[in-house]
């Protein structure tokens, strides 16, 4: 073998190991506050305030995640309630209007287009109290209903964004080609082109459910502790709500609402690494 085999070698080892060393730290520095996290919620109280430094708890405990069930029940029920429609609302807006922003022409697209994404300009605190006072004008403060419809006010500019770019990639004359064996317009885009973007409307969909489950300023200030509640509000009350913190509520609470997401990633990965390949 060369010398400058030799060295090749050594430097792609070297670039091996390095690369190596790098992932591991960008995988501790994620998972470690998880794991601390996890290990808190099995802490008794009197443990939390110790003086001595420790990682496991002495005397595990299963208080604290029956004590944050209980009090996020009806929490959790609501979130998933308002994500789930968000997103079944989502698509019925979305992917229509992306697949005519995308494949078909008609006069004003370009100008209605960047309409729609002015939206995504403005930060939402400016537009969340007009949507509180006119939701609460036609009756829709705090309900679920006024909750679906608030969120496509941010999620609907920036999917059509992401999905009408899908779709405008697709081969030009797909929807051609399906009519030609027997398929109506309609049905080309239900049987062809709808098939063909699964993984972008299952990337959106994911996007959507994320933002209305933890969402925090839209829900603190459209919902009351006698309506629709969410979860992530209900941690924020468990934060903020006394004078001291009950740590392990706390912490067990924060795990409990980032498991659906967390799970529902899981699910739809391949989905999400495709579509992001393609747009």
């Given at each position: 073998m060369s010398i400058a085999n030799r060295v090749g070698f050594s430097t792609d080892g070297y670039f091996k190991f390095a690369t190596r060393v790098l992932a591991f730290l960008l995988v501790s520095i994620s998972v470690f506050p998880i794991l601390y996290t996890l290990l808190m919620t099995f802490r008794p109280a009197n443990e939390f305030y110790s003086n001595s430094v420790q990682l496991f708890p002495h005397q595990p405990t299963f208080e604290n995640w029956i004590f944050a069930f209980s009090e996020l029940s009806d929490a959790l029920v609501n979130s998933f309630i308002i994500a789930s429609g968000t997103t079944a609302l989502s698509l019925l807006i979305i992917v229509p209007g992306a697949y005519v922003f995308g494949r078909k022409q008609f006069p004003g697209k370009t100008s209605f287009f960047y309409i729609i994404i002015v939206a995504l300009m403005f930060p939402y605190i400016l537009l969340i109290v007009p949507i509180a006072d006119f939701w609460y004008t036609i009756g829709l403060y705090d309900t679920i209903p006024g909750m679906w419809i608030s969120y496509q006010l941010f999620?609907?500019?920036?999917?059509?964004?992401?999905?009408?770019?899908?779709?405008?990639?697709?081969p030009k004359n797909i929807e051609e080609s399906a009519q030609m064996y027997g398929c109506t317009q309609f049905s080309a885009f239900v049987r062809v082109i709808l098939p063909i973007a699964a993984p972008a409307i299952v990337a959106i969909a994911f996007l959507s459910f994320l933002t209305a489950w933890n969402d925090f300023l839209?829900?603190?200030?459209?919902?009351?502790?006698?309506?629709?509640?969410?979860?992530?509000?209900?941690?924020?009350?468990?934060?903020?709500?006394?004078?001291t913190s009950d740590w392990g509520l706390i912490t067990t609470e924060t795990l409990i609402i980032g498991i659906p997401p967390t799970v529902l990633y899981l699910w739809a990965r391949n989905y999400l690494s495709e579509s992001f390949e393609m747009t």
């Open positions: 999620v609907a500019p920036f999917a059509i964004w992401i999905l009408r770019d899908y779709f405008a990639k697709l839209m829900s603190s200030m459209l919902t009351t502790g006698t309506g629709p509640r969410p979860a992530v509000v209900e941690l924020f009350i468990t934060v903020a709500g006394g004078d």
